[in-house]
C-alpha cells in the first residue's frame, strides 16, 4: 500500500501537499528535522492521514489508494484503541492520580487533536539521482512531537538510530527478534515523545532519533551518518517503507506535569540536571506548531 501510493504520479500526490494542518504529502527533501545540522531536508517522503469518518479520509489523497481508505481507517483505529491502552499502563505504572490521566487526555472525544498517520518512504543513495555527502540523512536527527509513537517496520531494513545517553554515540535499532521481510507480523517499536517527557518532568525521556543511509562496515557510533549493519538487518541498497502513529492528546491539553508523586521525586541527572523542571507550561497544539514551523520552513515561508 505504502508503494502504490509513493509510486503515484507527482502530479496527484502535489494535489495533496502537507498543509499548516500536518496532514498530506511531503516530498524529498521538502521536510527537515535537524535544521541545525542538515545541508538539505530529509531524503524521504512521507503522507500524513489525519481524521477518518465512516472509512473517509478527511483530506484530499491521490486516486491510487481511494480504495484503500477502509482499510487505512480500520488501521489507524486500531492504533488508536492500542495506544489507548498503554496510556493507561503508563499511568499505573508511574502511580499518576488518577491512573487515567493520559488515557483520557488522548480520547477522541475531547477534540481534535494533531494525531495523524504517516507513511513513509526512504530511498537508497542509489535511487536519488544526486549527490550526496557523508553527513547526509533520511531524517534528520529528532524527538517525536507527540506522546508516544507506534513504528511499523519490515525486518531487514536498517536505517533506524538513536542517540545513546552520552549525547554522542548513535546506535541501530534492529528489528527483534530478527527474520526476513516475509515474516509475519514483525514487533511494533513504542516510542516515547516530547508529551510525556513534558508532563514527567523528563522521567521518560523522549528519544532522539535519526533514519540514515546504511553503510556495509561495523555498526553506529559517533560522528558521521551511516550506520552499518547488525543482526536482522540484511537489505543494505534498498527502499525503506515504514508506517508510523503518532499519538497525541487532545490540542487543549497542558503539559503541567502530572499529579503523581514518582514524577515529584524525579531530580533528573545530576550531570545534566533536569530540562522539564522550569519551564512555561505549553498546550499541546502549541508545542506541535512550534515544532512543526522549525521542519516545514518552506511551508511557513509559503504563508
Request: charged share 20%.
Amino acid at each position: 500500500m505504502c508503494k502504490r501510493l509513493f509510486d503515484a504520479p507527482v502530479d496527484e500526490k502535489e494535489a495533496c501537499k502537507i498543509q499548516h494542518n500536518n496532514r498530506g504529502w511531503s516530498a524529498m527533501n521538502y521536510e527537515t528535522l535537524d535544521p541545525a545540522n542538515q545541508r538539505v531536508g530529509d531524503f524521504k517522503e512521507s503522507f500524513n492521514f489525519g481524521d477518518f469518518a465512516d472509512g473517509k479520509a478527511q483530506q484530499p489523497i491521490p486516486p491510487t489508494i481511494v480504495a484503500d481508505e477502509p482499510q487505512i481507517s480500520a488501521f489507524r483505529d486500531l492504533c488508536y484503541n492500542l495506544s489507548l491502552k498503554l496510556n493507561t499502563l503508563l499511568g499505573i505504572g508511574l502511580e499518576v492520580t488518577p491512573p487515567d490521566f493520559f488515557t483520557t487526555a488522548h480520547l477522541r472525544s475531547r477534540g481534535p487533536s494533531g494525531t495523524i498517520l504517516r507513511f513513509l518512504r526512504y530511498p537508497p543513495r542509489s535511487a536519488l539521482g544526486q549527490p550526496t555527502t557523508s553527513n547526509d540523512v533520511r531524517a534528520g536527527a529528532h524527538s517525536d512531537y507527540g506522546s508516544l509513537t507506534l513504528l511499523f517496520r519490515l525486518r531487514g531494513q536498517p536505517g533506524l538510530e538513536i542517540l545513546l545517553r552520552d549525547g554522542k554515540t548513535w546506535s541501530p535499532v534492529p528489528v527483534v527478534p530478527p527474520g526476513t521481510e516475509d515474516d509475519p507480523a514483525p514487533p511494533i517499536l513504542m516510542n516515547i515523545g516530547d508529551l510525556l517527557s513534558y508532563w514527567t518532568n523528563g522521567l521518560l525521556r523522549s528519544t532522539v532519533h535519526r533514519v540514515v543511509f546504511p553503510s556495509s562496515g561495523a555498526g553506529a557510533g559517533a560522528g558521521a551518518a551511516g550506520g552499518g549493519l547488525v543482526e536482522g538487518e540484511t537489505d543494505l541498497d534498498g527502499m525503506r517503507y515504514s508506517i508510523a502513529y503518532f499519538c497525541h492528546p487532545f490540542g487543549g491539553a497542558e503539559l503541567g506535569s502530572v499529579p503523581s508523586e514518582r514524577v515529584k521525586a524525579y531530580k533528573g541527572g545530576l550531570a545534566e540536571g533536569n530540562p522539564y523542571a522550569e519551564r512555561k507550561v505549553l498546550t499541546a497544539d502549541e508545542h506541535l506548531k512550534m515544532r512543526l514551523k522549525a521542519s516545514y520552513a518552506q511551508l511557513y515561508k509559503e504563508e
